[in-house]
């Protein structure tokens, strides 16, 4: 997969500090040479800094059908023992930055020269790798290798931005601009997918490791360029801190370190009230928990009002999901919202009640809603409630009644006619796809027609008989269901096959023309 650098640069100010550090610095005589011979102070050229997109939700997105609750008897909600709080960033004077080095061998002067002053990002680029080729050891190899990286980061080449980085921090281990790359790049390829599911838990401890050494270098960050103001300089400092909890917090929240998770990204809400990824993020912080934490029900409806159009109704299908599963029905979740969309935080003491008992719960949703109504979330939850009577209500309900749904496909059954789905929203939202669906085929589509494990699908069948633990409903008279037609998928017809040129066709015992 081709990879894309998905983060945008600072404010312009930052960048203008770019071009003026490149055109200004000043000259000195080179020791021991002509006073014709100027000296290039190293770093004229301040190293561009990213600041990273919004986060996009991370969590499994709710299935498009059959997301009803399954509403259960839920603990007390987890509590996380008390932790540091997360300083925040640095403020005061910049730290005085070190002498700019000299270079005091012409030839190697000039290679710099050219290099930083060059016209375009892609002819910088070259000169500077040439540069640090064939100069691996000069004293303006950290200050080069900023410039590199602003160099890289304008032409959007992530991989050499990363490497450079990592040659910034090898060089100068306190570059907090170098480590907010490697951040930064690494979060991004986490979230766009680019990184194996596999090997998600081990990028995201080296993010931590990213972003935690670039924490701790930041108080001893100097001014990039000497005509930054110290307001353009805090917020810069602002910016920097904000990308390294962020992204301890995003790293905590792969590896399922849901109580780090919500310290790191708690203090990114305290900053920015209104900043969706942050919300979104709590949310699944605390509502992944076992059990969740009742606080989290607010973060998603918070993100729900802060969310970007494209990803509002699949959040707004989770945080309702898991408030339902929660609390039984979504009575009081317009409450929450109003609460959310008001207020920067949770209210002192916010909770949400759990739900009632199971056989309670399904007594109430059998006098409520009518079976054929009911979504197959809900009838799992009755057939295992511990109710009978709503249970043995139900069941004779659906038995050898069609049921049409919308799932997963999950892989082939027993036999050559039976296939296993995913129906229910937990097993539809695994990873991969968890079967509780066994249907037998009585229309099977062509071997071209048949989805592939994974592939969501519309089926139809016949509930005959199920096991309670783990759930498995058996099918029969079943089909998978075209999509487009709304009908069962039946096999394409078969394609006569060409007739070869120059023959022609005759019944079975006459004789050609003419014999």
Same mark, same amino acid.
């Given at each position: 997969?081709?990879?894309?650098?998905?983060?945008?640069?600072?404010?312009?100010?930052?960048?203008?500090?770019?071009?003026?550090?490149?055109?200004?610095?000043?000259?000195?005589?080179?020791?021991?040479?002509?006073?014709?011979?100027?000296?290039?102070?190293?770093?004229?050229?301040?190293?561009?800094?990213?600041?990273?997109?919004?986060?996009?939700?991370?969590?499994?997105?709710?299935?498009?059908?059959?997301? =009803?609750?399954?509403?259960?008897?839920?603990?007390?909600?987890?509590?996380?023992? +008390?932790?540091?709080?997360?300083?925040?960033?640095?403020?005061?004077?910049?730290?005085?930055?070190?002498?700019?080095?000299?270079?005091?061998?012409?030839?190697?002067?000039?290679?710099?020269?050219?290099?930083?002053?060059?016209?375009?990002?892609?002819?910088?680029?070259?000169?500077?790798?040439?540069?640090?080729?064939?100069?691996?050891?000069?004293?303006?190899?950290?200050?080069?290798?900023?410039?590199? =990286?602003?160099?890289?980061?304008?032409? *959007?080449?992530?991989?050499?931005?990363?490497?450079?980085?990592?040659?910034?921090?090898?060089?100068?281990?306190?570059?907090?601009?170098?480590?907010?790359?490697?951040?930064?790049?690494?979060?991004?390829?986490?979230?766009?997918?680019?990184?194996?599911?596999?090997?998600?838990?081990?990028?995201?401890?080296?993010?931590?490791?990213?972003?935690?050494? *670039?924490?701790?270098?930041?108080?001893?960050?100097?001014?990039?360029?000497?005509?930054?103001?110290?307001?353009?300089?805090?917020?810069?400092?602002?910016?920097?801190?904000?990308?390294?909890?962020?992204?301890?917090?995003?790293?905590?929240?792969?590896?399922?370190?849901?109580?780090?998770?919500?310290?790191?990204?708690?203090?990114?809400?305290?900053?920015?009230?209104?900043?969706?990824? +942050?919300?979104?993020?709590? +949310?699944?912080?605390?509502?992944?928990?076992?059990?969740?934490?009742?606080? *989290?029900?607010?973060?998603?409806?918070?993100?729900?009002?802060?969310?970007?159009?494209?990803?509002?109704?699949?959040?707004?299908?989770?945080?309702?999901?898991?408030? $339902?599963?929660?609390?039984?029905?979504?009575?009081?979740?317009?409450?929450?919202?109003?609460?959310?969309?008001?207020?920067?935080?949770?209210? +002192?003491?916010?909770?949400?009640?759990?739900?009632? $008992?199971?056989?309670?719960?399904?007594?109430?949703?059998?006098?409520?809603?009518?079976?054929?109504?009911?979504?197959?979330?809900?009838?799992?939850?009755?057939?295992?409630?511990?109710?009978?009577?709503?249970?043995?209500?139900?069941?004779?309900?659906?038995?050898?009644?069609?049921?049409?749904?919308?799932?997963?496909?999950?892989?082939?059954?027993?036999?050559?006619?039976?296939?296993?789905?995913?129906?229910?929203?937990?097993?539809?939202?695994? $990873?991969?796809?968890?079967?509780?669906?066994?249907?037998?085929?009585?229309?099977?589509?062509?071997?071209?027609?048949?989805?592939?494990?994974?592939?969501?699908?519309?089926?139809?069948?016949?509930?005959?008989?199920?096991?309670?633990?783990?759930?498995?409903?058996?099918?029969?008279?079943?089909?998978?269901?075209?999509?487009?037609?709304?009908?069962? =998928?039946?096999?394409?017809?078969?394609?006569?096959?060409?007739?070869?040129?120059?023959?022609?066709?005759?019944?079975? *015992?006459?004789?050609?023309?003419?014999?």
């Amino acid at each position: 997969m081709k990879k894309v650098l998905l983060i945008v640069m600072l404010p312009a100010w930052l960048a203008l500090l770019a071009q003026q550090g490149a055109q200004t610095g000043s000259a000195t005589q080179q020791s021991g040479a002509s006073s014709q011979t100027q000296t290039m102070p190293a770093g004229q050229q301040a190293g561009q800094m990213q600041q990273p997109p919004a986060t996009p939700p991370q969590p499994a997105q709710p299935a498009a059908a059959q997301n =009803m609750a399954q509403p259960a008897v839920q603990p007390a909600a987890s509590a996380c023992p +008390a932790a540091e709080a997360v300083p925040g960033p640095p403020s005061g004077p910049a730290p005085p930055a070190s002498k700019p080095p000299e270079i005091k061998d012409q030839a190697e002067y000039n290679a710099y020269v050219a290099a930083v002053q060059a016209s375009t990002p892609q002819a910088k680029a070259s000169g500077l790798e040439g540069f640090l080729t064939t100069y691996p050891n000069s004293v303006a190899k950290a200050d080069a290798l900023n410039a590199l =990286m602003t160099a890289y980061q304008q032409t *959007g080449n992530a991989d050499k931005l990363q490497q450079t980085a990592q040659r910034a921090v090898d060089a100068d281990p306190n570059n907090a601009i170098a480590w907010v790359y490697l951040a930064a790049l690494l979060r991004n390829r986490i979230e766009s997918g680019q990184v194996p599911a596999n090997q998600v838990p081990e990028m995201a401890t080296q993010l931590a490791q990213f972003a935690q050494k *670039g924490l701790d270098a930041l108080p001893r960050q100097p001014k990039p360029s000497d005509q930054m103001s110290d307001a353009q300089f805090q917020q810069l400092r602002d910016q920097l801190w904000q990308e390294f909890v962020r992204g301890l917090g995003f790293a905590a929240l792969q590896n399922k370190d849901y109580c780090k998770a919500q310290q790191f990204i708690s203090a990114i809400a305290r900053q920015n009230p209104n900043d969706f990824a +942050a919300a979104y993020q709590l +949310a699944t912080a605390y509502l992944e928990q076992t059990p969740p934490n009742p606080v *989290g029900f607010w973060w998603g409806a918070k993100a729900v009002s802060l969310a970007p159009a494209q990803n509002k109704d699949a959040i707004q299908k989770y945080a309702t999901y898991k408030y $339902t599963k929660f609390h039984g029905d979504n009575e009081g979740w317009d409450q929450v919202m109003a609460s959310a969309a008001s207020s920067p935080a949770p209210p +002192a003491g916010f909770t949400v009640a759990p739900a009632p $008992t199971p056989p309670e719960q399904a007594a109430k949703m059998v006098a409520s809603k009518p079976i054929d109504q009911m979504s197959l979330d809900e009838i799992q939850f009755i057939l295992t409630s511990g109710n009978q009577q709503a249970a043995d209500q139900v069941w004779n309900g659906i038995k050898d009644k069609p049921i049409a749904a919308e799932g997963k496909y999950v892989g082939p059954g027993d036999n050559p006619d039976s296939v296993q789905l995913a129906g229910l929203y937990d097993d539809i939202t695994a $990873t991969p796809a968890k079967a509780d669906i066994a249907m037998t085929l009585a229309i099977k589509p062509g071997p071209k027609q048949m989805p592939k494990p994974g592939d969501t699908v519309d089926f139809q069948g016949n509930p005959v008989s199920f096991t309670p633990n783990p759930f498995m409903i058996t099918m029969e008279k079943g089909c998978l269901i075209d999509m487009k037609t709304r009908k069962c =998928m039946t096999p394409a017809p078969e394609k006569p096959a060409p007739r070869r040129p120059g023959t022609t066709t005759r019944r079975p *015992g006459t004789r050609p023309p003419g014999q």
